[in-house]
């Protein structure tokens, strides 16, 4: 993962994830990939990963990576994330020097 994701990720999880879980025992990374926690760990789910039934992105002390929902104990139902795409420019009507009235339509 590069620090420019990373740094997304690490936003997003600063802003609740998509929500929260606490780990049921000690799971030990066995991948680059993978999240390291301790038992009672507040995990912040980022994301599910696709195509991997039970497999999440999580935040937990400073790193993201994966984990299996086995072993966590989710606190809620998991929001379902929206997906949104930001424009560099914005549509903002433009500002005149002095207040503008509308006409009223003569008969």
Request: net charge positive; glycine share 8%; with cysteine.
């Amino acid at each position: 993962m590069d620090a420019a994701e990373l740094s997304r990720w690490t936003r997003f999880a600063a802003k609740g994830g998509i929500g929260k879980c606490t780990a049921k025992h000690d799971c030990v990374a066995e991948g680059n990939e993978d999240l390291m926690f301790m038992r009672d760990d507040v995990i912040t789910v980022l994301m599910q990963i696709p195509n991997m039934d039970g497999v999440y992105l999580g935040y937990c002390e400073g790193v993201v990576g994966r984990f299996q929902a086995q072993h966590v104990h989710f606190h809620s139902k998991l929001k379902r994330p929206v997906m949104t795409k930001r424009n560099s420019s914005t549509s903002r009507p433009s500002s005149s020097s002095g207040p503008q009235h509308a006409k009223s339509p003569t008969p």
